[in-house]
């Protein structure tokens, strides 16, 4: 059984695994709307992977006979005005994200929950793969700098990324 302390903060943390879903879908359209069609995907697909995220601790809190609840989700922005500054919203908010993930951890010790102080390792590693991902993206757009064929090139290599959502939570395949 989860305290209600731990189950609060479970539940604060899958509405900002949503909230990143959201601004990842957001970052999707507005790449869609500037005809970069392989940024645009790469975030779609990093939307999908947010929600998968955020199922799967509202999951484990029901799991538990805890309340999984519905919180307001902000809105994120919704234009940016490159590819670089995009990218770097991305690795400044998986940083933020890191820390968050790293503070439940340590409510789950405090309240000696130890199988939430287990469940969430996987959170922990997956927040390792999201921070390299993202910084590889931001290296090679940096990189790019304002070389049209460079960035062209980028799209082309985003375009090809793929994702298959774990069993039990296929979603919005394209
Ligand atoms: Fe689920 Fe990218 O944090």
Redesign the pocket.
Known sequence: MLSEKMNDALNVQAN??LY??YL?LSMSYHFESVNMKGFAHWMRL?AG??LV??MKMLDYVAGKGGKARMLAVEAPRFTWDSPLQAFQHVWD??RV??GL?KTLVKVAEEELDEETTEFLQW?IK??VE?EES?DSVLSKVKAAGNDKGALEAADRLLGQRSFRFPRGFEIFPK
């Open positions: 900002r695994e990143s879903s990842y990093q992977e947010e995220h955020t908010h998986e994200v890191t993930i959170y997956e927040q999201e993202s």
